[in-house]
Every structure is written in C-alpha cells, then in structure tokens.
C-alpha cells in the first residue's frame, strides 16, 4: 500500500521524524532535534508528562499525544491520518533514542509499507554511551534487552547464554538491577566480569567494573537506570 499524498488536497503526505532526547542531563540534545521538535506539527511522546516537561525546557508549545505500549495499535490509524493530511510528526521516548526498547515499531511498519517518509535524528542513547567506556573487547557482542518478567523464564533465558562467547548486554528496570545481578551470579558464577552503568549522564552516575559478587557488595540495594555488560562467559560446557 502507497500513501504518498492527499486523495483530497493532493498534498504530499507528511514525515514522522524519530528524535532521540536527553537520557539524563538536558544538555545532550542536539539542535537538530531542537529544531525538528520547534516545527513539527504534533509531537507523538510516550508520556504526557515527560513529553510536557521536555517541551517546557525547551521553550517549545507544541501538541503532544501519547503513543505508548498500552494504545499504539488504536492509536496508530490517527496518527496515519494526520500523515495522510501532510502533517510533520515527530517521536520521541521518555528519554535516549525512540522505538529502541520502546514502543513505535507496529507504527513504523506500516510507515514503511505505506511508503511514508521517516527520518532518525540521533543523539543520546544509554547502550551506546555504555559501549563507548566499557574495557571488554566489544567487536562483536549480543544484545539481550530486557529479561523476562517471571522468574522461571528469567532462568531459563539466562542459563541458555551462559556459554555464549560473545559479551553480553542486559538492560531491566531500575528496581530489578540488584535482582540481575543476582541471577547472573547464580547463573554465571560469582567471578563473572561485569561493567554496570549506572545513572549515564547524570549527577549520581557510577561505573562498576570487576566480578559480579563484589559489585552486589557495592550497589547495597541501589535503584538506578543502567545497562549491564558481561563479559565473555567463563562457564563452558563438559
């Protein structure tokens, strides 16, 4: 399916603009994306609140509607219209750089099947400020993302990668990190090398690096956004 203009007005269908944001410090934005945002006609946020408070910094009053994991299949046919009617729309996360763990991707399949146009302003992303001060030896690695949510599923996922021989990267919410550091004990070894980033970019921000028992000594029941890397598992098969 083509939606390249207006049945009504012929006008050329409008852009999605995917805009990566600030993952902590407000500086670490771009002024592209200043711009984008300052031009778009709606700007599509994954909450109303987070999205309000960005805009409010930026001295940009602009209408804002929600696209999240709870309404962005409903939503999406509103969002093709306003398209379809030559309106630029940008989207943004919650912070760092959209889709990339969070919801846009049943949206930007149809973008593309429909043959609208969709342009990445990059910026801010925590896997690749991550990767940027990590020691492992990075040329090749896995992202895993998010775990399962149920313990037993958790644990099966984990003992499948303990004999990867590629470095691995885990993400999870804020609350569950002294959990993942748990399970990748159990899972991995006590002596698992890990790099855990914590809070990038912002005032509390702390980098761990050594085996995983010593730093579950050091975060003593810490919440904090943060990305996990292993390094090359050491358990390997009989």
């Not at 599509?44 to 940009?60: A, D, P, Q, T, V």
């Not at 429909?114 to 992202?143: K, R």
């Amino acid at each position: 399916m083509t939606l390249n203009a207006n049945s009504t007005t012929g006008k050329p269908a409008g852009k999605l603009y995917v805009v990566a944001t600030p993952i902590g410090n407000a500086g670490d934005i771009t002024t592209r994306a200043i711009e984008t945002l300052a031009h778009a006609d709606v700007i599509l946020c994954e909450e109303h609140r987070n999205g309000s408070r960005l805009l409010k910094s930026l001295g940009i009053a602009k209408p804002l509607l929600e696209l999240n994991e709870h309404n962005e299949a409903e939503r999406i046919q509103e969002v093709l219209l306003m398209l379809a009617q030559g309106q630029t729309l940008a989207l943004i996360s919650d912070c760092g750089t959209p889709v990339f763990s969070d919801p846009g991707k049943k949206l930007l399949q149809l973008l593309y099947e429909m043959n609208i146009a969709v342009t990445p302003l990059p910026g801010a992303s925590s896997l690749m400020a991550a990767l940027s001060v990590c020691p492992f030896d990075l040329e090749e690695f896995l992202f895993i993302g998010f775990l399962p949510v149920k313990t037993d599923q958790r644990q099966k996922r984990l003992s499948q990668l303990k004999y990867s021989n590629y470095p691995l990267v885990l993400m999870d919410t804020p609350y569950r990190m002294q959990r993942l550091l748990q399970e990748v004990q159990q899972s991995f070894g006590k002596k698992q090398n890990i790099f855990l980033a914590c809070d990038l970019t912002m005032p509390e921000e702390h980098l761990y690096l050594g085996p995983v028992d010593e730093i579950l000594t050091k975060i003593q029941n810490r919440k904090a956004e943060f990305i996990l890397i292993l390094d090359r598992p050491q358990k390997k098969p009989f």
